[in-house]
């Protein structure tokens, strides 16, 4: 059984810092893109930024310069380094990924998902 687990989340203040990350565990032959989603209470899930086998990187214009996806392919882990956080990024941080497991060509995965709350 594939799953994906995020931790991380927490209660900061504005112009703060948190790291997310995001573990997948189970039969796995591969990982291949993997990335940060976010839905604000009222709004749509979005994304936030997203990173291939390869380490090639894209964001959303609301987050660039301010986070950092990166992973480690070893640990089969994703990571979200998110600084001078703003009251907008509150949401609860999801995690999604495709992944080959022994038994089928391979699906997308999403984690449970965990909050993140920005707030003085």
């Known amino acids: 059984q594939v799953q994906l687990v995020e931790s991380g989340g927490d209660l900061v203040q504005p112009g703060g810092s948190l790291r997310l990350s995001c573990a997948a565990s189970g039969s796995i032959i591969s990982i291949n893109n993997m990335g940060w989603y976010r839905q604000a209470p009222g709004k749509e899930r979005e994304m936030v930024a997203t990173i291939t086998h390869g380490g090639g990187t894209d964001y959303a214009d609301s987050v660039k310069g301010r986070f950092t996806i990166s992973r480690e392919n070893a640990k089969n882990t994703m990571y979200l380094q998110m600084n001078n956080l703003k009251p907008e990024d509150t949401a609860v941080y999801y995690c999604?990924?495709?992944?080959?497991?022994?038994?089928?060509?391979?699906?997308?995965?999403w984690g449970q998902g965990t909050q993140v709350t920005v707030s003085s």
């Open positions: 999604n990924a495709f992944i080959v497991p022994p038994t089928f060509r391979g699906r997308t995965y």
